[in-house]
């Protein structure tokens, strides 16, 4: 590094970004402080309680983020294989000696605190895939290496999913998009993907055989309108057919793969069945909460759903009920802007970075950030099915908070160093 | 850069689309789904009915005779249960291992989640006991409430009971009441419900998804205060009435004493009588039950429900129609040889002695039947009218009185008596030639005549005020203000000039001054007006009554005493008014002690056979009990031969 490079420092951080990620920890501190108040310990930094222990994790975090501020970028790059082999060491480890809450083995305890090394599974998850597709740079991209890259980050949702820790998992499924920018996946896949997400929910609400019949009619006029072109109505028909297979398969795996408690919040999700007692109770009061926030909001602390723990995993999972029912319409589409905002700045810098490595460790960052932004708020409004993830620097805990902010920081110091980081 | 750098965009439009649909979908939940807001609430709020303290009760002195007492009930929520010693529990609160589950059973059926009675009703001691154990029973919870107390166990028929309502209540209510809440079943209670009942206070409460309490809601700003009930004030004397319930201890009968001026009913007893605490708490139904088998009814309300021909008392009104349709006057004298002659001579209704010439006050004073024959028959023969027209003339003027319908005492269930019309007589002689012949015994209050007691005393009322009385009730004061019902302030004419009572009067108070027929019962310093009566029984011993009213100028009291199957009125019931009358006056009793004592100690309650049964049923409104003999009152059983049917037991001298 020349001087040059140090003294202008400060100013090639993208501070846009560090003001959100602080922005959002910010919120999460506050409504951490509302979901679990406790009128007995009403201090903000009162260790006993929650908000307590979040602002040390807070405060660690900053200092986190400082170091890696601070560390060489290519250090990371440099370590990122060893990382990726202890964080897989740790997967395995936890299903040994890791301890079990609420049935999933998910947590090594240390101390008092309880580390959860599927968040950081993600993080080395992704440095992995930049490290690997940066080698594979300079060629056209072809499907060994979307082979070699998939089995990247398959090999660790195998062993979240032993735990078993389906949201987890399927956080890692979101760097599809990584593929998709690096030209592994076509738009027609994406496609695709879509319309098999879209077939899937069709195939649970409507019956197998008529959802077959409906598409075999659709088919038949795709193909009355590509008559001229012969090759158009042989893949149509292909098209069809895999469909129907799909459909069907859908139905076995929905009733053989899938774990009970897995088909109930889907089913719940799509209406098929109602039981705000019992498999819906999270949903229905999680909606009561956002729902009876109205415009403006109940006010700080005066949410009476938050207050009085209607809604369980409410500083975790089911925060962003706190936000909904506390601040109102006002505030959650405040709260979703400042992600939306993040989001596309992440993918900007993804695009501004002179290193492939440092693009799709961008990508990366983004999706993963992406995928639980979704996931999280869909599941509390009731678009997604319940899936037990964190809602990223708004979620009580240390490991997400941390994990999530490693992510990110890295992003910007690779970001800091993109003109001074040549080729590795 | 490479060249799927567009695809940037891509991704960025999805992350935006799906921005969008989060803030569509929250624009539903929170903007235009009302919904939410109202489960919300319904989740945290729990109504909490603040029951309000039932009105009290005072006496005409402000004494308690009716005030409230804390217990407590029991709550349980089902779901909060865990861990605890339910052996423990089942002996602080007295039940036993099985009971301990049917409540639960009951309990969890109403709901998991929800608190519901467990136990109720449970009293002060124990509720100290439980208090020091509660913290170990999780999900156990007191809420205290008021019941009645009665500090001196009197005055149960008038005071009445509350009880739960029952489905048929709380539909008559449009839902003012609701399970679980008290209604006044009987008495007073029933009758000023409204009054005494007060206003449920609601208190918003907050709980939380443990259902557990958790503050007030909006600072209490939907609340509503529980507004007691209206206090009432009694006319009763509390004094007076326990007096009376010790003498009538172990008798059948009533008392009741009127304030002529007013109306307000100062002794109300109806004997056999009951604790009014009986009627309280947990052992309420056994009680309630033991009542209703007693064979003596101490649930039948004798002063307004029970029905006697008067007997010799009804001269007085005989004598006050009779001067007011101008049919005898003060000097009116008729002969009296021992008896009054009728039907062309072939029958008699003989009166006890030989009177001779009879005038009015006389009459009054001996209690001459054979005059009050004659009085009948002019009054039924000679107005030339037809006997049935003539009859419903001079039975107008009873009901001016008062008999024959309800006097409308503020008490629930009042009996109007029975003066029959006419037409009873026409349908049973099948036409209207029927005479004063037919009958006669109607002269001299026996016959089909039915009166309350609180009619007799009401008569007694009239004949103080000389011409007019007051409504008689029990409550005369409402509230803070002591509010009298306008109904209650009405004076009503009973028809009769104030000057024919003068005759009358004199009459009355000669019978107890001056050696009349109630000479025993004089008292020193008072001048009372009274009349002894012997109420013909068929069924057994005759029925004692005295009536009166003291003293004689600005009357105080008027009073009746109906003994049932005591014989001669003399002997039991006059005794009895005196020691009321003098001690309401005098707050003394100079009744020499043996005589008090043998009041005191007498037991004239019937002893109990099977067949009164099946008579009670036949008439129950007529008091038709199974003649007794009591090992006291041998000298009664002896004069019995005497007795003859439609005759009035009296007599010159007595013992």
């Given at each position: 590094m020349n001087k040059l490079q140090n003294k202008s420092f400060l100013g090639r951080i993208d501070w846009i970004t560090i003001g959100l990620w602080f922005l959002l920890c910010l919120i999460g501190w506050f409504n951490i402080h509302a979901a679990v108040f406790d009128p007995e310990h009403p201090g903000l930094f009162n260790l006993q309680t929650n908000y307590g222990k979040q602002t040390i994790f807070i405060f660690t975090a900053v200092i986190i983020g400082f170091c890696i501020l601070i560390i060489d970028s290519r250090f990371f790059i440099s370590i990122t294989?060893?990382?990726?082999?202890?964080?897989?060491?740790?997967?395995?480890?936890?299903?040994?000696?890791?301890?079990?809450?609420?049935?999933?083995?998910?947590?090594?305890?240390?101390?008092?605190?309880?580390?959860?090394?599927?968040?950081?599974?993600?993080?080395?998850?992704?440095?992995?895939?930049?490290?690997?597709?940066?080698?594979?740079?300079?060629?056209?991209?072809?499907?060994?290496?979307?082979?070699?890259?998939?089995c990247i980050v398959l090999f660790p949702v195998g062993l979240v999913m032993l735990q078993p820790d389906t949201g987890s998992a399927l956080a890692f499924f979101s760097l599809i998009f990584v593929f998709y920018r690096e030209g592994?996946?076509?738009?027609?896949?994406?496609?695709?993907?879509?319309?098999?997400?879209?077939?899937?929910?069709?195939?649970?609400?409507?019956?197998?055989?008529?959802?077959?019949?409906?598409?075999?009619?659709?088919?038949?006029?795709?193909?009355?309108?590509?008559?001229k072109r012969r090759k158009n109505i042989i893949n149509t028909g292909l098209l069809f057919i895999t469909a129907s297979i799909y459909i069907l398969g859908v139905d076995f795996a929905y009733e053989q793969v899938l774990q009970p408690h897995q088909r109930n919040r889907i089913d719940i999700i799509l209406g098929k069945m109602d039981d705000p007692r019992g498999q819906g109770y999270n949903l229905n009061q999680s909606k009561i909460a956002i729902g009876s926030g109205q415009l403006f909001g109940k006010g700080y602390l005066q949410g009476t759903q938050t207050k009085y723990n209607f809604v369980p995993e409410q500083s975790t999972d089911f925060i962003f009920c706190t936000i909904?029912?506390?601040?109102?319409?006002?505030?959650?589409?405040?709260?979703?802007?400042?992600?939306?905002?993040?989001?596309?700045?992440?993918?900007?810098?993804?695009?501004?970075?002179?290193?492939?490595?440092?693009?799709?460790?961008?990508?990366?960052?983004?999706?993963?950030?992406?995928?639980?932004?979704?996931?999280?708020?869909?599941?509390?409004?009731?678009?997604?099915?319940?899936?037990?993830?964190?809602?990223?620097?708004?979620?009580?805990?240390?490991?997400?908070?941390?994990?999530?902010?490693?992510?990110?920081?890295?992003?910007?110091?690779?970001?800091?160093?993109?003109?001074?980081?040549?080729?590795? | 850069m490479n060249s799927f750098f567009e695809r940037k965009f891509v991704i960025q439009g999805i992350f935006i689309t799906i921005a969008l649909v989060i803030v569509a979908r929250l624009f539903y939940l929170q903007i235009i789904d009302d919904s939410f807001l109202l489960s919300a609430n319904n989740n945290v709020l729990r109504k909490v009915t603040v029951y309000p303290a039932r009105g009290i009760i005072l006496d005409r002195n402000g004494k308690v005779i009716v005030q409230n007492e804390?217990?407590?009930?029991?709550?349980?929520?089902?779901?909060?249960?865990?861990?605890?010693?339910?052996?423990?529990?089942?002996?602080?609160?007295?039940?036993?291992?099985a009971g301990f589950k049917t409540r639960m059973a009951k309990a969890r059926a109403y709901s998991p989640y929800r608190a519901s009675q467990f136990e109720k009703l449970i009293s002060s001691e124990t509720y100290a006991r439980l208090q020091e154990h509660l913290h170990k029973f999780r999900g156990f919870y007191v809420q205290n409430r008021t019941v009645r107390s009665y500090p001196d166990s009197i005055a149960a028929q008038f005071l009445g009971y509350i009880q739960e309502v029952n489905d048929k209540d709380i539909e008559r209510s449009n839902g003012f009441y609701k399970p679980g809440d008290y209604i006044g079943a009987s008495g007073v209670e029933r009758s000023y419900e409204e009054l005494l009942r007060g206003k449920r206070g609601i208190k918003n409460l907050m709980v939380d998804a443990l259902n557990r309490p958790k503050g007030v809601f909006m600072e209490g700003k939907y609340d509503t205060l529980a507004v007691s009930g209206d206090g009432l004030v009694s006319s009763l004397d509390i004094e007076l009435q326990v007096l009376a319930e010790q003498l009538m201890k172990n008798k059948l009968g009533s008392?009741?004493?009127?304030?002529?001026?007013?109306?307000?009913?100062?002794?109300?007893?109806?004997?056999?009588?009951?604790?009014?605490?009986?009627?309280?708490?947990?052992?309420?139904?056994?009680?309630?039950?033991?009542?209703?088998?007693?064979?003596?009814?101490?649930?039948?309300?004798?002063?307004?429900?029970?029905?006697?021909?008067?007997?010799?008392?009804?001269?007085?009104?005989?004598?006050?129609?009779?001067?007011?349709?101008?049919?005898?006057?003060?000097?009116?004298?008729?002969?009296?040889?021992?008896?009054?002659?009728?039907?062309?001579?072939?029958?008699?209704?003989?009166?006890?002695?030989?009177?001779?010439?009879?005038?009015?006050?006389?009459?009054?004073?001996?209690?001459?039947?054979?005059?009050?024959?004659?009085?009948?028959?002019?009054?039924?023969?000679?107005?030339?009218?037809p006997g049935p027209k003539a009859y419903d003339l001079w039975r107008e003027g009873l009901l001016k009185f008062g008999l024959g319908r309800r006097l409308g005492i503020d008490l629930p269930g009042e009996k109007g008596g029975f003066v029959p019309e006419s037409s009873f007589y026409t349908k049973r002689y099948g036409n209207e030639k029927w005479r004063s012949g037919y009958n006669i015994s109607l002269s001299i209050g026996q016959g089909e005549l039915g009166i309350t007691p609180l009619q007799m005393a009401n008569v007694m009322a009239i004949v103080a005020n000389r011409g007019f009385y007051y409504r008689p009730h029990l409550i005369k004061g409402i509230g803070e203000k002591k509010i009298v019902k306008q109904e209650f302030t009405e004076k009503i004419s009973a028809g009769v000039d104030a000057k024919y009572y003068a005759p009358v009067i004199e009459g009355m108070s000669r019978a107890v001054n001056m050696g009349g027929t109630a000479a025993s019962v004089r008292i020193p310093g008072i001048e009372m007006c009274g009349k002894t009566g012997t109420?013909?029984?068929?069924?057994?011993?005759?029925?004692?009554?005295?009536?009166?009213?003291?003293?004689?100028?600005n009357p105080k009291i008027?009073?009746?005493?109906?003994?049932?199957?005591?014989?001669?009125?003399?002997?039991?019931?006059?005794?009895?008014?005196?020691?009321?009358?003098?001690?309401?006056?005098?707050?003394?009793?100079?009744?020499?002690?043996?005589?008090?004592?043998?009041?005191?100690?007498?037991?004239?309650?019937?002893?109990?056979?099977?067949?009164?049964?099946?008579?009670?049923?036949?008439?129950?409104?007529?008091?038709?009990?199974?003649?007794?003999?009591?090992?006291?009152?041998?000298?009664?059983?002896?004069?019995?031969?005497?007795?003859?049917?439609?005759?009035?037991?009296?007599?010159?001298?007595?013992e």
């Open positions: 294989p060893i990382l990726y082999i202890i964080v897989i060491l740790l997967l395995i480890a936890v299903l040994i000696i890791g301890r079990n809450v609420g049935g999933n083995q998910a947590w090594i305890p240390i101390g008092s605190f309880r580390l959860q090394p599927s968040e950081f599974g993600k993080l080395v998850t992704c440095l992995l895939l930049a490290y690997y597709l940066n080698t594979q740079a300079n060629k056209t991209p072809n499907k060994q290496t979307l082979f070699i890259g998939a592994f996946v076509s738009n027609l896949f994406l496609i695709l993907g879509a319309l098999a997400i879209l077939l899937f929910v069709l195939a649970l609400l409507i019956n197998q055989w008529i959802l077959i019949g409906i598409i075999a009619l659709t088919s038949l006029f795709f193909m009355f309108l590509f008559r909904g029912e506390e601040w109102g319409f006002v505030g959650s589409v405040f709260v979703i802007c400042i992600y939306l905002i993040l989001l596309l700045r992440i993918v900007n810098i993804a695009e501004r970075q002179r290193t492939p490595f440092a693009r799709i460790y961008a990508y990366g960052v983004a999706s993963i950030l992406f995928f639980h932004f979704f996931i999280n708020i869909g599941m509390t409004i009731g678009i997604v099915p319940v899936i037990g993830i964190p809602l990223p620097f708004i979620s009580y805990g240390g490991s997400s908070l941390w994990s999530f902010t490693i992510l990110l920081f890295i992003l910007l110091r690779f970001d800091s160093t993109r003109k001074g980081l040549g080729q590795i | 804390p217990v407590y009930d029991l709550l349980v929520t089902p779901r909060e249960v865990k861990d605890i010693d339910t052996a423990l529990l089942c002996q602080l609160i007295h039940i036993d291992m008392v009741v004493a009127i304030e002529p001026s007013s109306g307000e009913i100062l002794t109300f007893v109806s004997s056999p009588s009951y604790d009014p605490n009986l009627m309280v708490g947990k052992d309420r139904g056994n009680n309630y039950m033991d009542m209703l088998n007693d064979p003596n009814k101490p649930m039948f309300i004798r002063p307004i429900q029970a029905s006697y021909p008067p007997g010799s008392v009804f001269k007085v009104v005989a004598a006050l129609t009779a001067q007011q349709a101008g049919l005898i006057d003060q000097n009116t004298i008729f002969n009296c040889p021992g008896g009054y002659r009728y039907g062309g001579g072939r029958a008699i209704m003989r009166c006890t002695h030989v009177d001779g010439p009879t005038n009015l006050i006389k009459s009054i004073q001996m209690s001459c039947n054979t005059y009050y024959g004659y009085v009948y028959a002019k009054m039924i023969d000679s107005r030339g009218l109420v013909q029984n068929p069924h057994g011993q005759n029925h004692a009554v005295f009536f009166a009213f003291a003293p004689r100028e008027a009073i009746a005493v109906f003994v049932e199957n005591a014989g001669y009125g003399g002997t039991w019931a006059g005794p009895i008014a005196s020691m009321l009358v003098e001690k309401y006056l005098h707050d003394t009793i100079t009744l020499p002690k043996y005589i008090q004592d043998r009041i005191y100690n007498a037991n004239l309650l019937p002893e109990v056979e099977k067949k009164k049964d099946s008579a009670m049923k036949k008439n129950p409104t007529i008091i038709k009990k199974v003649p007794v003999n009591s090992p006291k009152q041998t000298s009664q059983s002896t004069e019995k031969q005497e007795l003859l049917v439609h005759h009035s037991q009296v007599r010159r001298t007595h």
